[in-house]
């Protein structure tokens, strides 16, 4: 059964009718695994689906996309680095009675190492076709 994957406002003109000047379309992956992009009435019409429906496979689409993008992202080497790094900071702590790193001298123990996870993280967004700050850990 055909299945709704989300919206798409640069896609203004409906692939089942024709109508154009939409506000947005539906993203519908068919039976056969293409892809169209029909009007709301035609995505209703077409798959047999209510709105509430539609919208709920859009937001368990949406999830699982994120979902996976956090599961990559929390693999990633740069990523495991940054926490290795983050808790060497802490155990200076631990090391030095308690004397925690502070200000700018924490900041550039971590800096190298956050900079390329945040660079890591766009890379995985970017090809989840998300925002950065919606992988969250």
């Not at 808790?87 to 925690?100: H, K, T």
């Not at 900079?115 to 993280?121: K, L, P, V, Y």
């Amino acid at each position: 059964m055909a299945t709704a994957h989300g919206t798409d406002d640069s896609v203004t003109t409906c692939d089942c009718c024709g109508k154009s000047n939409l506000k947005s379309t539906v993203i519908i992956e068919l039976d056969s695994g293409d892809i169209v992009h029909y009007g709301s009435v035609c995505a209703r019409r077409n798959t047999g689906k209510d709105r509430a429906t539609i919208t709920r496979e859009i937001n368990a689409h949406a999830a699982a996309v994120r979902a996976a993008a956090a599961a990559e992202f929390r693999a990633h080497p740069a990523y495991i680095a940054q926490v290795a790094r983050l808790a060497e900071r802490d155990a200076y702590a631990r090391a030095n009675s308690g004397i925690r790193m502070a200000g700018t001298i924490a900041m550039e123990f971590v800096r190298e190492a956050c900079q390329a996870c945040d660079t890591a993280r766009a890379a995985i967004a970017a090809k989840h076709g998300i925002a950065p700050y919606a992988i969250s850990l």
